[in-house]
Structure formats: structure tokens, C-alpha cells
């Protein structure tokens, strides 16, 4: 549980399964940060341009009905926002080296929601965000 008085960092999940999404939402606020939730790529870029708090962002790489593949999704937000820790997302594709842009790491479904907040723990203690 995260300290109380501690002020909470901010991270955007991108998921379109409404289950995973809330699941994964939940699981990071047990864990002490303020979560922006997204189901979309549109929905994920008016966040990441409206809330500059935003320090990371955790995004599936299949998102239904989307052009765009939460890999493109990465690329995209590591060029605009290069200061946010990126954390990928999936249970049916894994990424090539060239897939993820640099310093993003991915974590493979299913997992636990301790997984899910330790991942994204690392990914920020990787960027020197959080503790």
C-alpha cells in the first residue's frame, strides 16, 4: 500500500476489454498511483495531451476496431512525450526489438495485479520516477 501522504503518481492504461481495463485500473490504484483510463488510441493521445502529470502509460498492443497496434501506439507516445515511462502490454503478441521503443518494457498476459503494479514500479525506477 502506497503512503498516504505521498502524492500519487499518474499513469494512463490503454486497454479496449472493459474487464482487463477496469482490472488493471484497480490493480494500480491498490498500489497508490491516480489512474487515467483510455479504450481507444484517440481517447489515450487526448489524455496524454490534456494531463501533463501523466509519467507513464501502460498500453495493450491489441486494440480492437484500431488502426494502429499498441506498438505503433508506443512509438508514437515515446516520440511526442520521450519523458514517459512506457509499459506494453499482451497475451498474443510479443515484440520484436525493433517493435518497442527505447527504454519501454513489456509484460506478457495474463498476470497478476501485483505483476502489473511491480512492472510498472520498474519501469519508473528505470526512468529515476517514484521510488
Known sequence: MADAFAPQLAVLVVEDNPVQLMEAAAALRDAGYE????????AAQAHLAARPELVAMIADVDLAGEPLS??????????????????????????????????AR??????????????????LAARGIGS
Not at 35 to 42: D, G, L, N
Not at 108 to 117: I, N
Request: charged share 20%; net charge negative; proline share 8%.
Open 35 to 42: 489512474v487515467a483510463e483510455a479504450a481507444t488510441i484517440e
Open 106 to 123: 513489456f509484460l506478457r498476459k495474463p498476470f497478476a495485479p501485483e505483476g502489473l503494479a511491480e512492472a510498472l514500479r520498474t519501469v
Open 70 to 103: 499498441g506498438f505503433t501506439l508506443a512509438k508514437a507516445v515515446a516520440a511526442r512525450w520521450p519523458e514517459l515511462a512506457i509499459l506494453i502490454v499482451s497475451g498474443v503478441e510479443w515484440p520484436g526489438a525493433e517493435q518497442m521503443p527505447m527504454g
